[in-house]
């Protein structure tokens, strides 16, 4: 236990606010993440391994993967998947295993026996015609009832469907937002890339296009830091204004959450952003965690306290001035107080503060003298955290699944929380994930 929690000490914050709606919402469908209904699970779990299989053994192995589990046991999610490759290999980068048509009528019987993830693509073969005759209205309805049930590719089709209007339907940009991010926080952060893309090319949005297209590569680099890093090199490129602040915000925040980046090249874009004009207080945020950390600037308690308070109408400024007070960093100690503030602020939402307190409740005193330790609420407030997006909270809460820290042991949803941090970019997930895998069963 304590080689994962150490080695992530230092790398606890993660910020997932952009648009005014705030934080990533936990789903109003369904049960807590990530726990799911045992088909939806096995489902996921299939996907999981169909995707350490393209990893290791490339399109042959995911390919004779398939084949061996579609002659052996044609469940629902088998024929999904098999329908998902076949209609879209590009996506998969693995050759069509069925004819459009097979393809077609294996999505039918999946979606038919309950597969969500079949539900998802029998809409977008309606929506698109592929394999037979289009019908957009019934993709639609296909594509929002699997979002509604917990499939994180749908939600963040469905959140790009609203936000351009599709289908003629009339532009949400709250709701769509709020679905793109929530199918973010669930490990699918492909409808983020598609709304960078669509509101910078004008698809949406109209002369708002590029606001919102800069917004959205922030939030995809803060998801997939390259993917949205250059995204936002491309509109600053353009001259998309705020586009070149962003950037260094956007690096600058991955440094200081313990993203893998050259020291030399963190303290650069630290320095970089000190000589911005910064008007978005979470450039200050930022900042402040750069000078009150140390790792890629002088530590200086004074200057990353006026940089937090300079940020002071933020959730993300008021935790770190409560935490620089449980600390003593810079200011009197008062750690009954600042501990009541932070469990505020992560009981509201903050994934910075449900995150940071996880893993404060894990070690108790040996990290903060007279801090109480308590594994049921770090593992409480660690799946907060990583539910609204923490990507440091989702190793942390797989170390939870995966040694039964606060809950019970369950290699299914350590597998499930690894996979995601492992597609997030996160060192030693793999090796994690490949280990509970192995246990990994659903009866």
């Known amino acids: 236990m304590r080689i994962c929690f150490r080695l992530l000490r230092r ?26 209904p045992p088909a939806q699970l096995k489902e996921e779990l299939f996907g999981i391994r169909l995707r350490m299989k393209l990893d290791t053994g490339g399109a042959k192995g995911a390919t004779k993967f398939l084949k061996a589990e579609l002659a052996r046991d044609p469940l629902p999610h088998t024929k999904a998947f098999v329908a998902w490759v076949s209609l879209f290999s590009d996506e998969w980068k693995i050759p069509a295993l069925v004819d459009p048509v097979a393809a077609r009528r294996l999505a039918e019987e999946a979606a038919a026996g309950g597969s969500l993830v079949g539900a998802d693509v029998l809409g977008r073969v309606l929506i698109e015609g592929r394999g037979g005759e289009r019908d957009v209205p019934a993709g639609l309805q296909r594509v929002e009832s699997a979002a509604r049930a917990g499939c994180p590719q749908a939600m963040g089709r469905w959140g790009v469907y609203l936000l351009e209007g599709f289908g003629g339907r009339q532009v949400r940009l709250d709701e769509g937002d709020k679905w793109v991010r929530r199918a973010a926080a669930h490990g699918a952060p492909a409808g983020l890339a598609e709304a960078a893309d669509g509101f910078a090319a004008g698809r949406m949005g109209g002369t708002s296009g590029p606001a919102f297209a800069l917004q959205y590569a922030v939030l995809l680099a803060q998801n997939k830091f390259s993917e949205g890093a250059g995204r936002l090199r ?46 978005d207080g979470r450039g200050w945020v930022e900042l402040g ?11 200086d308690y004074p ?101 039964g820290i606060g809950v019970k042991e369950n290699p299914v949803l350590a597998s499930k929380v690894y996979f995601e941090a492992l597609d997030y970019g996160v060192l030693g997930a793999k090796e994690r994930l490949q280990r509970n895998l192995a246990f990994a ?3």
């Open 303 to 403: 200057l990353a306290l006026s940089c937090f308070q300079r940020a002071a109408g933020l959730s993300d400024a008021k935790f770190f001035l409560a935490y620089a007070k449980l600390r003593g960093w810079g200011v009197p100690r008062e750690p009954h107080a600042a501990l009541a503030e932070m469990e505020a602020l992560a009981d509201a939402g903050n994934a910075r503060a449900a995150g940071k307190l996880g893993w404060l409740y894990y070690w108790g005193a040996s990290e903060v003298p007279g801090m109480p330790k308590d594994e049921a609420k770090a593992f409480t407030y660690l799946r907060q955290a990583a539910a609204g997006g923490h990507w440091v909270a989702l190793m942390n809460l797989g170390y939870c699944y995966d040694h």
């Open 289 to 299: 965690i750069a000078h009150l950390e140390g790792f890629y600037a002088k530590r």
């Open 11 to 36: 790398s606890w914050v993660l910020s997932f606010v952009l648009l005014a709606s705030g934080g990533l919402a936990q789903a109003a469908e369904g049960p807590l993440w990530p726990d799911a």
């Open 441 to 443: 069963k659903i009866p």
């Open 234 to 279: 491309e509109l600053a490129k353009k001259g998309v204004p705020g586009a070149d602040f962003y950037l260094l915000y956007a690096v600058v925040q991955f440094a200081n959450d313990g993203g893998d980046i050259i020291p030399s090249l963190g303290r650069e874009m630290v320095a970089a952003l000190e000589t911005k004009r910064i008007t």
